[in-house]
């Protein structure tokens, strides 16, 4: 192989699924960029491969960079990986395949689970169009920009966000959004998978008593149309009452029209009962 950079897809969870393509790359390269050289080692182990190993995070990515095109340029083959999913989606590996580009450096993908699509997938939201935003900034003032952004929307929503940051995340997303669907996906191909299909409202309380655990990828519904957000409260409690008719419980039917209307859950449950 001529000097390459491989950007491999590597599992979000099942080694399963990790291609026999990504398998014969690995094992070929002269050496691997890794996020977590640590996580990446177990990966090799489970497949047999020996290969030296690089560190490529958020805090080195400049320097390292810099001394990976070299290598490569001089006529050595690299694979960067990231911890689990896709290189380059919300991810540092972005930079250095950027990087490449401008060096004149090939580039070939050798493609592997995504934590974003699979959600979506499995999420039973709208996908025929979306908006991957990734995570959400730390910082209070780009946070809320960024949110204020969102506000009218009208794609399906899909962010990341970590189990400990997931309740201050909900809060401001229901505070900024006002209340929508929501598809909480957690543990995505782990024994554990769940995904959870409620409302904003409700997954704001959902966490009360209990800590969120793993990683979470949140599908929010788009911002609804001018004419189906001015529904009045006798057509939405109607509509919960068709639902019910159709065999749908008091609460879910409640749940379903709040979601797709300016009304509260609890108001249109005081109305069906």
């Given at each position: 192989?001529?000097?390459?950079?491989?950007?491999?897809?590597?599992?979000?969870?099942?080694?399963?699924?990790?291609?026999?393509?990504?398998?014969?790359?690995?094992?070929?390269?002269?050496?691997?960029?890794?996020?977590?050289?640590?996580?990446?080692?177990?990966?090799?182990?489970?497949?047999?491969?020996?290969?030296?190993?690089?560190?490529?995070?958020?805090?080195?990515?400049?320097?390292?960079?810099?001394?990976?095109?070299?290598?490569?340029?001089?006529?050595?083959t690299c694979a960067i990986v990231t911890d689990a999913g896709m290189p380059a989606i919300s991810d540092p590996g972005e930079d250095l395949v950027a990087l490449c580009r401008e060096w004149g450096i090939d580039v070939e993908a050798v493609p592997g689970p995504t934590?974003?699509?699979?959600?979506?997938?499995?999420?039973?939201?709208?996908?025929?169009?979306?908006?991957?935003?990734?995570?959400?900034?730390?910082?209070?003032?780009?946070?809320?920009?960024?949110?204020?952004?969102?506000?009218?929307?009208?794609?399906?929503?899909?962010?990341?966000?970590?189990?400990?940051?997931?309740?201050?995340?909900?809060?401001?997303?229901?505070?900024?959004?006002?209340?929508?669907?929501?598809?909480?996906?957690?543990?995505?191909?782990?024994?554990?998978?769940?995904?959870?299909?409620?409302t904003l409202s409700d997954a704001v309380h959902l966490y009360d008593e209990k800590s969120p655990k793993g990683e979470f990828v949140l599908v929010i519904?788009?911002?609804?149309?001018?004419?189906?957000?001015?529904?009045?409260?006798?057509?939405?409690?109607?509509?919960?009452?068709?639902?019910?008719?159709?065999?749908?419980?008091?609460?879910?039917?409640?749940?379903?029209?709040?979601?797709?209307?300016?009304?509260?859950?609890?108001?249109?449950?005081?109305?069906?009962?």
């Amino acid at each position: 192989m001529s000097g390459k950079l491989y950007v491999v897809g590597t599992p979000i969870g099942n080694l399963g699924d990790f291609s026999p393509r990504a398998v014969e790359v690995l094992s070929s390269v002269d050496f691997i960029a890794a996020e977590d050289t640590r996580v990446t080692l177990k990966l090799l182990n489970h497949f047999g491969i020996k290969k030296e190993m690089v560190s490529y995070f958020e805090h080195n990515k400049r320097q390292r960079g810099e001394i990976i095109c070299q290598r490569i340029q001089r006529g050595e083959t690299c694979a960067i990986v990231t911890d689990a999913g896709m290189p380059a989606i919300s991810d540092p590996g972005e930079d250095l395949v950027a990087l490449c580009r401008e060096w004149g450096i090939d580039v070939e993908a050798v493609p592997g689970p995504t934590a974003f699509a699979t959600a979506l997938a499995v999420s039973g939201m709208p996908s025929g169009r979306f908006t991957f935003e990734g995570f959400l900034s730390v910082s209070k003032k780009s946070r809320r920009e960024h949110l204020e952004e969102l506000k009218d929307e009208k794609r399906t929503i899909i962010l990341y966000e970590a189990p400990h940051k997931l309740v201050n995340t909900l809060n401001d997303l229901f505070n900024t959004l006002g209340d929508r669907k929501i598809a909480l996906v957690r543990e995505l191909t782990k024994l554990h998978e769940e995904v959870i299909r409620t409302t904003l409202s409700d997954a704001v309380h959902l966490y009360d008593e209990k800590s969120p655990k793993g990683e979470f990828v949140l599908v929010i519904d788009g911002k609804a149309d001018e004419a189906q957000s001015q529904i009045t409260h006798e057509q939405a409690v109607d509509e919960a009452k068709k639902l019910v008719d159709k065999g749908m419980s008091v609460s879910a039917a409640a749940k379903e029209i709040a979601a797709k209307s300016p009304f509260k859950k609890g108001d249109i449950y005081k109305e069906l009962i």
